[in-house]
């Protein structure tokens, strides 16, 4: 079992983190331990996931790999996502048997696929 995964964001994006994964994506704010807290960044739960964005100097968003997140509600997220601008590549029906699923990326062009059964 994975306890969390942490994917990086640039210096100073908290709000744009807070906005695009507690707003849009309807996952809760953790709190972060004060000994971690002045490093910056955001911890987010939510859908059986928790996800770190840690804070990186010399960032880069992750373009290829990326966390696939099982979520319920395919067609309305990918809707919400969508009318905020961020565009949504619908996988085709056999490329993972069983599965619908769609990749968008974070504000900060980190890959992100989310997946439900069929």
């Known amino acids: 079992m994975i306890h969390h995964?942490?994917?990086?964001?640039p210096p100073g994006s908290e709000a744009a983190s807070r906005a695009f994964y507690v707003g849009l994506l309807g996952m809760a704010e953790k709190p972060k331990p004060p000994a971690l807290a002045a490093r910056g960044g955001c911890w987010f739960t939510g859908y059986g996931a928790e996800l770190h964005l840690g804070v990186s100097d010399d960032f880069r968003p992750a373009r290829?790999?990326?966390?696939?997140l099982l979520r319920p509600d395919l067609d309305g997220l990918a809707a919400r996502l969508t009318a905020a601008g961020h565009p949504v590549d619908w996988g085709g029906e056999d490329e993972l048997p069983g599965m619908r699923r769609f990749h968008t990326e974070d504000p900060h062009?980190?890959?992100?696929?989310f997946v439900a059964p069929r």
């Open 109 to 113: 062009g980190n890959r992100l696929e």
């Open 64 to 68: 290829k790999a990326h966390v696939a």
């Open 5 to 9: 995964v942490l994917l990086a964001c």
